[in-house]
């Protein structure tokens, strides 16, 4: 069921507590639990849990099949001092878990937005900045918080207590260990650890061999690695070596070669 009387039909489940703005939309199988507050122009999609007292402030849209967990904060003002009341929004996509007392901001006039995508797992008192855009797949584990405009790829893992700068970027299929301080961009399929100063350690292996990724792509991969950042050779001569690699060239060297040549912060070596 849509529209601004969503809820009050039969397949939409409401707690007599739960408070529910006129203007938000909820889909058929939504549920409110137990004091939560879904404030104005909120949309839900179908057969999405929200847990008890949960807000949603507004200006959110949140997709189908979504769990929201107890004490959650969705859609809330951007904790950024530029911020002047713009109208702009927070998006999150299917599937997504978002767990116990987690924060996500709605975005600033810089973006408009804060994007989480779909088949995502946020967990307790994680923080989502305001105009941070996160991938499909991408897990961020307990308290890990994230200034403003962090890019983070798809499948990237990031571990618990980890602090993410503003505008960094984590890869595609990167792994951020624990309590990590993340000044820089973490390159795609590589692993990176350390406070106050990251270190990388590493492919991905385990997480790239879990996904599917061929034997042939990790090899091709391996080598690149070594090449990049197992040399004495400065890094953009580096890239320029794996190019002339034909061998060793595939849709997702490239890509990796590309992530780190457009760095803007440089990259956690």
Request: glycine share 12%.
């Amino acid at each position: 069921m849509k529209g601004s009387q969503a809820g009050r039909g039969t397949r939409v489940v409401l707690h007599p507590t739960a408070i529910v703005d006129r203007s938000a939309e909820l889909d058929d199988g939504v549920e409110v639990g137990p004091y939560a507050i879904v404030g104005p122009s909120v949309r839900i999609g179908a057969d999405t849990r929200v847990g008890p007292r949960v807000l949603i402030e507004r200006d959110t849209v949140v997709g189908s099949g979504c769990s929201i967990g107890n004490g959650a904060v969705l859609g809330t003002d951007p904790q950024d001092l530029k911020y002047e009341g713009e109208r702009t929004s927070l998006e999150v996509g299917d599937r997504t878990v978002i767990r116990e007392f987690a924060t996500l901001n709605r975005g600033t006039a810089a973006s408009g937005r804060t994007v989480v995508g779909s088949d995502c797992l946020l967990m307790a008192y994680a923080h989502i900045a305001h105009d941070c855009e996160l991938g499909n797949h991408v897990i961020v584990s307990n308290a890990t918080n994230m200034a403003g405009h962090v890019v983070i790829e798809d499948w990237a893992v990031i571990s618990g207590l980890v602090a993410i700068h503003q505008f960094v970027r984590i890869g595609a299929h990167s792994f951020v260990g624990g309590a990590s301080r993340i000044p820089q961009d973490v390159p795609p399929f590589c692993r990176v650890v350390g406070n106050p100063s990251p270190k990388l350690y590493g492919l991905n292996n385990v997480g790239l061999e879990r996904r599917g990724l061929s034997a042939d792509f990790r090899q091709r991969l391996k080598s690149a690695y070594r090449i990049l950042f197992q040399s004495d050779t400065a890094l953009s001569r580096a890239i320029r070596r794996v190019e002339r690699r034909e061998e060793l060239m595939c849709p997702e060297v490239g890509y990796f070669l590309d992530f780190i040549r457009n760095s803007k912060r440089g990259i956690i070596t």
